[in-house]
Each structure stands twice: as C-alpha cells, then as structure tokens.
C-alpha cells in the first residue's frame, strides 16, 4: 500500500484492485470512444426517494435535450455501494458518468485510470458561472478536477417528529448536550425509545463523528483521516466516551436490536412510527419524508442541530456531497458533459428542493428550500465543516472502523474502547503504509 496526498483530503490508494482495475480497462475499453451516439449511459446505485430524485431530473434533462436518450445502469445496493460499484466495473460495465458520494473511493477510481479529468470542461462550459470554487476543489483529486457536486447534505442534523416531542413535554430541541441527555427520561416516561441507532451496517459510525467533530474539532477529524494522529490518541478516546456516556443514559435499544436496524428502518421508527424521538442521519431522510411518508415540513416534523457540548468546537459540522463522475469508459463525453452542465443549473436545483434537497449551484431558487432544507443548508454554511469521516478512509480500514464500533456498541466500557481503538489503529498502520 502506498499513500499520496491531495487537498481537500489526503487518502491511501488499494494499489493491488487500482492496478486489477486498471488493467481490466485497458483489455475491455482500449478503444473508448468520446461521442458515439446519442445515449448517456449512467451508473446509479441510489433507490428509494433519492433514486426517484434522480430518475426526476433525467427526465428533465432529457425534455430539454430531445436527441439524447439516458440509459442506466442501476446496482442493487446492501450497505456501502462501493463493493457494488467495484464489481460492476470489473464485471466490463462501461458508462459515462457514476453518482459518488466518497472522496477516497473518488481517488480509488482516479488511481485506477478510471476518471476523465474535467478541468477543461469546467472552463469551456463555464460550470464556475453556477459553481463557486470551493465545490469545484471539493471535487479535485492531486489538483484535477473529476467530481461535479450536484447536492450537499447537513449529518449532524438531528429529525424528530414535533407530536412526539411535544407528547413527551419537550417544547424546544435541546441546545446542550445536558439538555439532550436529560430529555431521555422524558421519552422514556411516554413509552418512546429517545434515539434510533441504525447499527447493521455503517450508520452507527454517524453519531460519534459528530462527537469527534464536537470533542476535537475539524482538525482532529482530518489528522485522523489521514492517519496524522492515532486511533488511541486521547481525543478520540473521548469521542468514544461521550458515546458511551450517551448509551449508558438509555439512550437506545439493546445492541441485538441495534445491530439488527438499517438506516431506513431507523428512519421509519422516528418519522413514520413514532416509536423512537431522534435520527442523526443525511438529507436523504428528508427527501424520504416528503416523498415516501408524505410528512409536512415543520408541521410534522423538523430538524435541530447536534447539541453543543462545550468543548470549544460546537461551530462544526459533518457534511456529505454527492457528485457525478465521468468515466473513461463511456462512448458519449459530448452528452455527458451536457448533462454535468444542466446538473449545475437552476431547473436540477429546482427539481431537488421540491424533493428535500439542497443544491450548490449558485443558480438555485432558495425560496423554493423547505423548512428542513433551510435549516439543513444554513448550519453547514455557518459551520466549519468536514466530510463524513468514513467516506475519506481507504475501504479496508473503514470496514474494520465500521465492525469495532459495532462491538463497541455491545460494551461501552472504557476497557473495551481501548480494544476497540488499539484494532482500528492496528487495521489503519497497514492500510496507509
């Protein structure tokens, strides 16, 4: 394994998949045409409302730009798509764009020789008129540009559902974390369980990023990330505690529940049932709440930020981007182009904040922004922010990371946070060497 550094972020490539991947691109595409007709070929792995969201916005796009006709390649996805995607792409699949959520996957396909780099068209399309700067670096790799970001999203943002809020006698979100923990007993005294923990596959890691984030601010989260500071480093230690601390106030169900539980069933028990109070999880909940349980916005259901904990970071964030990149392998670059062009437009703005989602492109209509879209939008633009610490590590590290705090979540003594720290740490020593 060998590391390279790039700004925004610094990651390790998987050499060995880099070169089998490289290698299975050259056999299968060495002669990849760049307009070859008049189909756009995209590789989607989202579903549900995000799914429905992007069908929405090719069905635009394509109203407005009749002689191109988008086909896609839809993954059926269990957990992180990335595995998905990798298979696909090593199956022969050749497309013209793919929807990445993941910088270092993003480096992984770059290192592969995978991604056709877009700092030309950025100038000849002029995407800088819809996109500030700081999108178009956050979507660079060593200095090129290969990611257009058509949404972002606030993940530490808190969803609740204002009648069980008010059922429990809890009239405002709390601000501080003693204010949070204390309405645990409150929920608990009406029957609800206070937070939904998705622990079955990743999205238990949400809860204690924000807390590294809160503990140890913007630049702990990305020292970690580039393993610049330890897995045992005392700060992420206490990260791990004030998780503990937050499960040891009853905070959840018992860990078989929690790691039976996937991120929509969480979301389901908050939003849709009502059986749960809190659900730390990505925008796309909201987009599942307006499009799938078909909730009001701020009637029904609304969203604060994770609560200050008085450490002197309370001004973060964690944040996600979903972005297209271009493939190398795909015939139609012409279409493509077209289509990260409109991406970046106020008709793709407009079709995502009538489905919950915020847009960066500068073109956006924020009168058209729900409630939870403004609230949402408004922390991450106020906020120091850092990506979503599991999309920035290398995929053998982030599985280990994933599984120790499931077994974290089985025993949150502090014993048992040194065993779980000291196994990441000893995962991340060999994927970054």
Not at 272 to 291: C, E, P, Q
């Amino acid at each position: 394994m060998a590391c390279v550094s790039s700004a925004p972020f610094i990651v390790c490539r998987r050499l060995a998949f880099g070169a089998l991947l490289t290698a299975v691109f050259a056999i299968l595409f060495p002669y990849a045409a760049t307009a070859a007709s008049n189909e756009l070929v995209i590789i989607d792995w989202l579903a549900g409302a995000e799914g429905d969201t992007i069908h929405a916005m090719e069905s635009a796009f394509q109203k407005s730009h009749p002689t191109i006709k988008i086909r896609e390649i839809s993954l059926t996805v269990q957990g992180d798509a990335r595995g998905a995607i990798r298979a696909a792409l090593m199956s022969g699949e050749s497309a013209d764009l793919l929807i990445n959520t993941w910088p270092a996957f993003r480096a992984e396909l770059a290192n592969a020789g995978l991604l056709r780099p877009l700092d030309a068209e950025w100038n000849t399309y002029r995407w800088s008129d819809n996109l500030g700067d700081e999108w178009k670096r956050l979507g660079q790799y060593k200095g090129v540009t290969y990611g257009v970001t058509y949404t972002f999203g606030d993940r530490s943002g808190i969803f609740y559902r204002n009648d069980v809020m008010k059922k429990a006698g809890i009239s405002t979100p709390p601000k501080t974390w003693g204010e949070f923990v204390g309405t645990f007993g409150k929920l608990r005294a009406v029957g609800i369980t206070p937070i939904a923990i998705p622990a079955k596959a990743w999205a238990h890691a949400e809860w204690f990023e924000t807390m590294l984030l809160r503990v140890g601010g913007v630049d702990a989260s990305s020292k970690l990330a580039a393993h610049q500071i330890a897995w045992t480093d005392p700060v992420v230690k206490m990260a791990l505690q004030m998780y503990a601390e937050m499960l040891k106030a009853n905070c959840c169900n018992d860990p078989d529940r929690m790691l039976a539980t996937e991120w929509d069933n969480a979301a389901d028990e908050v939003l849709k049932s009502g059986t749960h109070g809190y659900d730390m999880i990505g925008m796309w909940v909201n987009n599942r709440a307006k499009s799938d349980y078909r909730m009001e916005e701020g009637s029904d259901y609304a969203l604060f930020q994770f609560p200050s904990m008085g450490f002197g970071h309370d001004d973060t964030t964690s944040v996600d981007t979903k972005e297209f990149v271009a493939l190398k392998s795909g015939a139609n670059a012409v279409a493509a182009n077209q289509f990260l062009t409109w991406v970046t437009g106020a008709e793709a703005a407009a079709i995502q904040a009538r489905n919950g989602l915020v847009s960066p492109s500068s073109k956006a209509d924020a009168s058209l922004l729900s409630p939870v879209a403004i609230a949402s939008s408004n922390a991450v633009k106020s906020s120091r922010t850092q990506f979503v610490l599991g999309d920035l590590l290398p995929g053998d590290l982030v599985d280990e990371y994933r599984v120790q705090l499931q077994r974290f979540l089985q025993d949150p003594s502090d014993a048992n946070i040194d065993r779980v720290l000291a196994a990441i740490e000893a995962k991340a020593k060999d994927s970054y060497r």
